[in-house]
């Protein structure tokens, strides 16, 4: 019996998760959407990556939980390991290219960028105004203009000429993009304006004042998106490397990083059958009100947070004891 | 203002400050002062609801706990100035409370910034004309003190707390602290208060090993120093244990602030000129973290604070020459922490990889 090791990376869009040898070989990985509900997401991934798990050879000693819900999730799992998605990135990345010099992530809600050195990050920024120039704001343009978001790479580099639009704001390059469209110009240039519109925005607003280094690695959902890359590797003057894992490294790198780690703690697939729900209680300690969240498990309150002194404690355990009350 | 013998006098809340306010006005004015409670969501929504939306968050806040110290039956309020838009700030909240419908009295300093000291005096004899010069330059100095005492407590505290062996017992020590000082009535009061805080930190076990982290937190006056409006920062940092330092506090920068004329020369090669009511003494102070070896600078401010914006460039240019990590960091009228905790873990993990390569 072989010990192995899960991570599992929810983000605002999709839900990822990896389980990982000690040599970093991936027994089984699944990508699905997240669809607003990150604890149903993680059950029917969880189900995914039991069909491809080899039960009898194999067993999950550690695991590690990441990306915008990794707290909630990581509380649903007994995750060994919680950790922000820009470690996660970063060590994952590190571990499968180690001379990587600069790592570009977009995602569905945020973008980072993080500048590596001898395989150690020395500096990162993450997007910090809004969604502007994100996966959130290519999934949405791809909905007005009728085509899925998975081709707009290939329609982008149909384009001689692609379309100039104001990237700065989400809401400047709508309507410059509905106004674009109303004077004419083709679907494919307008789709690989967008493309170029989202490197324009990522490299004045994130990449601001950083040294972008090659080897570049580019990751995250929209580096899925062809029509992008070639949009970096022309801004940037350097090839841009997509791993084939690259939509997975978050996942891996919480993997890692759960190996790294030295609590250890056997996963055995049973949460699926569990009835997780999530309830917010106002504290009402004082006029800040905190918002708390509390996590049950079949009715009985694993974890809470949210609160900003002691007094939330409180509030969630008597919510708690009002909770088995009715029941 | 109206002549009136009796006041109750407040001030808005600014980090841990409003107990010098305090002494003076009772000790040296010997008028009632209001303590409005501590500043928590309902304040900035307020301060959001009746300030210009464009308005850094700073003067919302300050509005948001003037209503309150109104509310809670303060006759006077004093407002202090700067050198930039704070400058201003005094007579905008004015005239925002008065058309609230809010009657009270208003000391805005702003009205007395002629340079010369006595005129200082003459704005806070308004307060009580019966007020004896002695008495309050006493309890001028007394404040002054409590006010380092403060600032120092501080300082150990942030640069402590990460590495207790028992968690919470700076935490406690520093409550007991701001009750003493709270309670203070003369200059004894706060010294033995200063003297028992320190004791208690220094008999605090704490393991910070051989190479504990540094980092440096610098920025705009008002959200760098507030914890409320800078979502527990340091505390954050430091809980995941790292020293933290800050320079900016009052008494640095009003007490015992060395002047543009001597920090200038410190740093030359990235600026010659002044830039804004902190921005020299900033890139000083990140020049300094940088050369003192510290593993990583937390530049905060408020949106659209344009005097720390114009400083990011120099400090990109620091960051680059000593190879020394800068996390922004930008604060609105949000009250989410997810964001802020996540940059904050991101950076933490980043600086202690970085520092374990290096060692």
Known sequence: MEDVYMGIDVGSI???????????????????????????????????????????????????????????????????????EITAHAVGTTTFHPDVRTILEIGGQDSKIILVENGVAIDYAMNTLCAAGTGAF?????????????????????????????????????????????????????????????????????????????????????????????????????????DKDGHLMGAIGAAILARRNKKRSVFDFNMEDMEFITREINCGGCPNNCEIICVYRDGEMIDSWGNRCERGNVAARKAAKLMEEAE | MAEKTKRKIAFPMVARYNEVVRYFVEEGLHQTYIMQPKMTRRTLKLGVK????????????????????????????????????????????????RDLGYEFDYLNLAEYTTGKNKDYLKAVKK????????????????????????????DYYYQNCGFETTKGEFRKALKQFMHDMGKAKNRSDIDSGYDRCMEKFKSIPIDKGEFPLRVGVLGEYFTVMDEFSNIDLEQSLADLGVEVHRWMNVSHRNLHYPGEKNLHPRISE???????????????????CAENGYDGLVHVKSAGCTPEIDIMPVLQRIGADFKIPILYLTYDSQDGDAGLQTRIEAFYDMIEMRKKVIH
């Not at chain 1, 993680?42 to 939980?65: C, H, M, P, S, W």
């Open chain 1, 14 to 84: 999709s839900t990822k998760g990896v389980i990982l040898t000690k040599e970093n070989k991936i027994l089984s990985s699944e990508y699905i959407w997240t669809e607003g509900n990150p604890i149903g997401a993680v059950k029917k991934l969880v189900r995914l990556l039991e069909k491809q798990f080899d039960k009898e050879n194999y067993r999950i000693v550690a695991t590690g939980t990441t990306g915008s819900a990794r707290k909630l999730v990581g509380t649903v799992l007994g995750a060994t390991v919680v950790k922000n």
């Open chain 2, 50 to 97: 009746y300030a210009p939306d464009m308005v850094c968050t700073p003067f919302k806040t300050i509005l948001g706990s003037m209503i309150e110290a109104l509310e809670a039956g303060a006759d006077t309020l004093i407002m202090v100035f700067g050198y930039c838009r704070l400058g201003y700030y005094g007579e905008l909240a004015e005239s925002i409370l």
């Open chain 2, 270 to 288: 990235y600026c010659n000129y002044e830039m804004g009511p902190t921005s020299t003494a900033n890139i000083w102070y990140a020049k300094e």
């Open chain 2, 127 to 154: 307060l009580n004309p019966k007020a004896g010069a002695v008495t309050m330059g006493k309890a001028g100095l007394d404040g002054l003190k409590m006010m380092e005492d403060i600032d120092s407590v501080e």
């Open chain 1, 138 to 242: 290519l999934s949405s343009q791809s909905a007005r203009l009728g085509i899925p978001v998975e081709d707009m790479g290939e329609i982008a580099l149909k384009s001689q000429h692609p379309t100039q639009i104001a990237a700065r704001c989400t809401v400047f390059a709508e309507s410059d993009l509905v106004h674009k469209i109303q004077v004419g110009h083709t679907k494919e240039d307008i789709v690989a304006g967008l493309c170029q519109a989202v490197v324009g925005n990522y490299l004045n607003n994130v990449g601001k004042g950083k040294k972008i280094q090659s080897p570049v690695v580019f990751q995250g959902g929209v580096s899925k998106n062809i029509g992008v890359v070639k949009a970096f590797e022309k801004q940037l003057g350097c090839p841009v490397i997509v």
